[in-house]
């Protein structure tokens, strides 16, 4: 010891004298003496009691003097710095001494950090001096007020440190220095400064030294250090991330290569934290961030820094995580990732190891709930039994420990959200422990945060998720959450899981009420008292202030539903004009499903007559049929659209038209014919029937409805209101519907059924006139087959349709098909009664409301008029449909009346039901009171069984139907076909091979007249094997087709009114003994064709009036000839023998000629028309006609009447000779011939004398039916 003092106090007195001797240091002094004293001085601070040799001595003073005045000198200024150094090393008090005003006063010197930044600049080429300029400025900097004072220098402190970093960039001391200076500097910036180095690209320097040194622990912990505050602006972290820097792999790198350095691991994770802030979570986690993150968590569990940051890390980077697993991988390396994924013991261990740190429980609990959130079996690891962790007492721990901490409490109220959420074992748990009253206390405690009441809220609902909780329970938490709404009225988060969590105790309290009368009426207390407090206000606040929030519009809607039910409730929610905010949110939401159930079936509930009003029945209109119809096959949606349909029209039934005015029919449509097309349960069908019943009760809303169900081509609609009554004639538009349907799209089915429901001929004509324009061959089958078609005559009569064409489509299915096809009934009809039930059941209440004697006859007479229908008829469509019914080849009538679906008019027209019509009834009301009663007694009697009136009914129509097929088989041919004006140029169309030629081989009558046909095709005439009349007249024919002759049975042909001519050539070899009538009138004929009498020798009838025949030489040869006419030719005289052969004609005419004489005449000719020719006088050959009954030569030049003696026939009835010059009547001689004489036409004669003898022949009785017309 002795020993040792005495070395100190050598020691001591060497130093005092190097402390003289600086002191004493005379300017232009030999610089190595200086520096000698210098690095003496630096020796002895390397004694053993150093700290206490230098302590109080104050060498600093004269050392910064010094270094002042030798700045230039670079071996003192290595020296000198040198000593500074260790001086504040050995005696930190030292730093306190070095501030400027230690020297200023005595000296005019510079202050220490002037110094050490003008050294730095003067010696910046100096690697010995800016290494030891470094480490001196690095000491300097561990004082707050020296870093201040550095960087309040005109000297860019910055810039000599990069320059010199720059400078030596392989000397490790310069860049661990200068990473170390930059790393306080740093901290003590703005963020605009940090971002400015980054710009300037000053960053990279950093980045150098760390891939230079990546094995120098102190070099790349102070550049982690470094890059750590500078990544505090977004955009110098972006820079970081980007590709040119990649700083993430630098510090997984660095991890990697220390792995026990703790202040590596610490910094390292710190940084990484900052990078995950800037949401890069998917670089970060493919370059396997996570996993060096997750070893350092576990290898520092003690670091609270470092856990702060990993944990904090790892819950920003957990969904990424999960989400970027490779599947790929094998099972064992699954399992090991797995195993390395989850860092649940981590957290649990910070929770445990850092109870008093508010950051550490803050991140562990974030870190906790985000693995839960994403790790969906990870909940089972947590409990109280053997090989779990309590982790979820350790959160509620923190929760407590903690109360102040509003972060705390968030962070662990999410993370036990979460847990409660998987795991009910957990939920018992807490629940047991009355949890939810400490975290009504926090919450109560931290009133005015926003994060506080959500996460509180949010755990309250997952706390009491899948429990009946108490009502006290129920009743002390519910005001709470109120209050928490009102005190954050404009937070959205607060407010939905605040309505999240009240919701609950509602529906768990209203189901628990079906079990518990008792808990119902204490929970209309308790809903009762949520109304006091306004919930309903705040709710509906919400609902308005978040509009474009679909949680908060499904809870909203959900408690509104749930307190409407309270008395006084729906008066309260109208003020505050709840309607028009379900309204809003459901044409917010049009493609959320949940949100139209709930919006529709609250609307049905909101809407009272009270409130009620045109514009909220427009708007709801719209917004109801768009939702139907967006979700038309969602049977939820559909079902509340249904009742909220009904609950509207009960108040107003004009809802039914603006429903209508927005398409809604459209929908009902879709939904009734689902009803029958697909498998729908029984509520759907039931509601749907009950509002297409409403709806339809109206006639001009079904007229409407049967309008767009023919815009719609919906069959099954239109046939379902035609039975329920629409008007088919109905003019809606401005054509009618028949031709409305025809012109827009083919749909037969559909026109076949307005046509078999009465449309009017003068439309259907119209709607053919449409159909042929656009070519549609069955629909203009069907208009033709309801126009011309006769069954019970069997004939198609088409005649002055003008349609210019006709074709073999159109023709064919008029004609019976010979084997009758049966269908089995559709499901229209037995719809239409089930909508009709529903209908009468409507009246029935309507009566039983309004009368309440329930005698009202009036109510009896309309529930009378419907009691008809059977209801097994209805329900039979939904199990089985074995009745038959007619389809095919009969027109609509016949297909009405064979079909075993009884319509509403087919039962009106059966006579056992005719008493309860409608119409009778009205009729009936004129016989007096006594009548209606006995009318309604035979109503009760007749409706008493229903069995009995549906068998009955059944019978009467099969029987008539059956019979109706019967005579349908037995006429199975069509025999007549009339096609006369219709304008058509050819037939060729049906003269070919087609499905029209079976049916043509049976026709029998052909009428074509008054077309502009020039020919008749030949295989047509060949096809018609049957045909024996066939009318050609007023066509365009040039010749005569003669291949009429051919035909197999001709009979009655009629060519007349063509432009045959002049003559008519005829192939003697062809013969036609079946030719009875032709005409040939008003052609171009002049002559009688040759060879006549050889081609139609059977021939009755010869027509050639109106012809340009002006003379007959030859007989006419045709023995079976009744009727000639010639009339109106140019005939001057016949042939002697003309008519010699026609031994049997009766009717000769040949009127409007130029004939002065007639041949020898035919005794068989009774009738002889004579008028407008030449004669003089009346041939002898007309007197000795013994069979001559009428005789007609008016308009001649006779001059004389031969009496009755001159006559030969006594049966003469007509004798008409009225302008003529006949000057004498005698019938003073045999006037008993013209006793049968009951017309002589004497007129415009030269008659005087005539009275007298005419009333002695008039006063005998063979005159006493004579009529006489004269003109004296």
Request: a negative charge.
């Amino acid at each position: 010891a002795q020993a040792g003092f005495c070395q100190h106090q050598r020691e001591e007195e060497t130093l005092k004298k190097l402390i003289v001797r600086l002191q004493n240091v005379q300017e232009g002094k030999h610089i190595d003496t200086l520096i000698q004293i210098l690095e003496d001085m630096l020796v002895c601070t390397y004694a053993d009691g150093a700290s206490k040799l230098f302590q109080g001595k104050n060498v600093h003073v004269p050392l910064l003097l010094v270094l002042d005045s030798y700045v230039r000198v670079a071996s003192v200024q290595q020296v000198g710095w040198s000593l500074l150094c260790k001086l504040i090393e050995i005696c930190p008090a030292t730093m306190q001494s070095l501030s400027p005003q230690g020297v200023g006063n005595d000296w005019e010197v510079l202050a220490v950090h002037q110094l050490i930044l003008k050294m730095l600049t003067l010696h910046n080429a100096n690697i010995n001096l800016s290494v030891i300029g470094l480490k001196a400025l690095d000491l300097l900097l561990t004082s707050d007020v020296m870093t201040l004072l550095v960087l309040d220098e005109e000297s860019d402190v910055f810039l000599l440190i990069f320059d010199a970093m720059h400078t030596f960039p392989s000397n490790e001391e310069v860049q661990r220095f200068g990473c170390k200076a930059l790393h306080v500097l740093f901290e003590r910036v703005p963020e605009e400064q940090l971002t400015e180095f980054f710009e300037s690209k000053d960053h990279m320097i950093v980045l150098d030294a760390l891939k230079q040194f990546k094995n120098k622990e102190e070099v790349v912990f102070h550049a982690l250090h470094c890059l750590h505050s500078l990544a505090v602006p977004c955009n110098n972290v972006e820079v970081l991330m980007s590709g040119n820097v990649r700083c993430y792999n630098i510090v997984v790198e660095a991890m990697k290569t220390f792995p026990c350095s703790e202040q590596i691991q610490e910094v390292s994770c710190r940084l990484l934290h900052k990078l995950t802030l800037g949401n890069f979570f998917n670089i970060l986690v493919l370059n396997e961030v996570h996993e060096v993150i997750v070893k350092a968590v576990k290898q520092y569990s003690d670091n609270a820094n470092l856990q702060i940051a990993a944990l904090s890390c790892l819950a920003l980077l957990t969904e990424t995580i999960v989400l970027n697993r490779d599947l790929e991988e094998s099972k064992e390396e699954e399992e090991e990732e797995e195993v390395n994924l989850y860092w649940l013991g981590a957290c649990y261990k910070a929770l445990t190891g850092h109870r008093k740190n508010t950051l550490v429980q803050e991140a562990a609990c974030w870190a906790l709930n985000n693995l839960l959130m994403y790790q969906s079996n990870l909940h089972e690891k947590i409990g109280d039994e053997d090989g779990q962790y309590p982790a979820h007492r350790e959160v509620m721990l923190s929760m407590l420990m903690h109360s102040s901490s509003k972060e705390v409490f968030q962070a662990a109220a999410n993370a036990l959200s979460t847990l409660l959420e998987q795991n009910g074992n957990i939920r018992k748990i807490l629940l047991s422990k009355g949890i939810y009253w400490n975290v009504l206390e926090l919450m109560k405690k931290h009133l005015q945060s926003p994060e506080v009441a959500e996460s509180g809220c949010k755990m309250l609902n997952h706390l009491f998720e899948g429990s009946e909780p108490h009502l006290d329970v129920v009743a002390a938490v519910t005001p709470r959450i109120i209050t928490v709404m009102k005190n954050h009225e404009k937070s959205l988060t607060v407010q939905l899981e605040a309505l999240r969590a009240i919701l609950h105790f509602i529906i768990s309290g209203e189901e628990a009420s079906d079990k518990d009368t008792e808990f119902d009426v204490t929970l209309k207390v308790i809903k009762n008292q949520c109304l006091l407090n306004g919930i309903h206000k705040l709710v509906l606040d919400a609902l308005n202030r978040f509009i474009g929030n679909p949680g908060i519009q499904k809870c909203g809607l959900k408690v509104i539903f749930s307190i409407a039910e309270c008395s006084g409730a729906l008066e309260m929610l109208a003020q505050q004009g709840a309607a028009d905010t379900v309204l809003h949110t459901l044409q917010m939401f049009p493609d959320d499903q949940e949100i139209q159930c709930l919006g529709l079936n609250l609307l049905g509930v909101l809407i009272t007559k009270k409130n009620i009003c045109i514009a909220t029945m427009h708007l709801l209109a719209k917004v109801l049929v768009s939702s139907v119809r967006r979700f038309k096959d969602v049977a939820e949606v559909q079902i509340h659209g249904f009742h909220t349909t009904l609950a509207i029209l009960e108040l107003s039934f004009c809802f039914a038209k603006l429903l209508l005015h927005h398409s809604y029919d459209t929908f009902i449509f879709y939904q009734m014919s689902m009803c029958f097309t697909e498998q729908r349960d029984q509520q759907f069908q039931s509601l749907c029937c009950r509002c297409f019943a409403k709806i339809t009760n109206n006639e001009d809303i079904k007229n409407m409805m049967l309008q767009k169900a023919c815009d719609e081509n919906n069959c099954i609609m239109a046939e379902c209101l035609l039975l329920l009554g629409a008007d088919v004639n109905k003019m809606t538009k401005q054509s009618s519907l028949i031709c409305q349907v025809c012109e827009k799209e083919s749909n037969p089915k559909l026109v076949e059924l307005l046509l078999s429901s009465g449309s009017r001929e003068q439309d259907i004509r119209m709607a053919l006139t449409i159909s042929i324009k656009k070519g549609d061959s069955q629909i203009i089958s069907l208009l033709l087959r309801k126009l011309g078609l006769d069954v019970a005559n069997s004939s198609i009569c088409l005649g002055g349709f003008c349609m210019g064409k006709i074709e073999p489509l159109w023709l064919s299915p008029l004609f019976p098909n010979k084997a009758s096809s049966l269908r089995k009934q559709t499901s229209n009809s037995a719809l239409a009664r089930m909508v009709l039930r529903y209908q009468m059941k409507g009246i029935s209440e309507h009566g039983r409301t309004t009368d309440s004697d329930g005698n009202s006859e009036d109510t009896l007479d309309k529930i009378d008029d419907w009691t008809f229908i059977p209801e097994s008829s209805v329900d039979c469509v939904f199990g089985q449909s074995d009745d038959l019914d007619s389809e095919g080849s009969e027109n609509s009538f016949v297909v009405k009346k064979k079909s075993n679906s009884l319509s509403v008019g087919d039962l009106y027209r059966d006579p056992a039901l005719q008493k309860c019509s409608p119409t009778l009834q009205r009729h009936s009301n004129s016989l007096g009171p006594s009548f209606d009663q006995e009318l309604l007694k035979q109503r009760r009697k007749l409706f008493s069984s229903d069995d009995a009136l549906r068998s009955s009914v059944l019978q009467s129509h099969l029987r008539g139907s059956e019979s109706f097929s019967n005579l349908a088989l037995e006429k199975e041919y069509i025999k007549s076909l009339d096609l006369s004006a219709n304008e058509l140029e050819d037939i060729d169309s049906i003269s070919q091979k087609c499905c029209l030629s079976v049916h043509l081989e049976h026709l029998e009558k052909l009428e074509l007249q008054q077309n502009v046909l020039t020919t008749v095709p030949q295989q047509l005439c060949e096809t018609l094997k049957c045909l024996t009349y066939l009318d050609l007249h007023s066509n365009k024919f040039p010749a005569f087709p003669s291949y009429l002759l051919e035909m197999n049975c001709i009979a009655n042909l009629d060519i007349s009114r063509n432009d045959i001519g002049p003559s008519l050539a005829l192939d003697p070899s062809v013969k036609c003994p079946t030719m009875k009538q032709l005409n040939l009138s008003y052609n171009q004929l002049s002559c009688i064709p040759e060879f006549f009498a050889n081609v139609v020798e059977k021939l009755e009838q010869l027509i050639l009036e109106g012809n340009k025949i002006s003379g007959i030489c030859s007989p006419l040869g045709l023995k079976e000839l009744k009727v000639l006419n010639l009339s109106k030719n140019n005939i001057c005289s016949f042939s002697e023998n003309f008519l010699e052969a026609c031994t049997k004609i009766e009717v000769f005419s040949a009127r409007m000629n130029l004939l002065v004489a007639v041949p020898c005449l035919p005794c068989s000719i009774t009738s002889l028309k004579l008028s407008q020719n030449k004669f003089t006088c009346i041939p002898e050959a007309i007197l000795r006609l013994p069979h001559l009954r009428s005789l007609d030569l008016s308009s001649n030049e006779i001059h004389t009447l031969p009496g009755p003696v001159n006559w030969k026939s006594l049966n003469l009835r007509e004798l008409l000779l009225n302008y003529n010059q006949i000057s004498i009547l005698d019938l003073s001689e045999k006037a008993s011939a013209w006793s049968r004489l009951e017309k002589l036409h004497l007129s415009h004669n030269k008659l005087k004398e005539v009275k007298k003898t005419l009333n002695k022949y008039t006063n005998k009785k063979y005159g006493k039916h004579l009529k006489i017309h004269w003109v004296q």
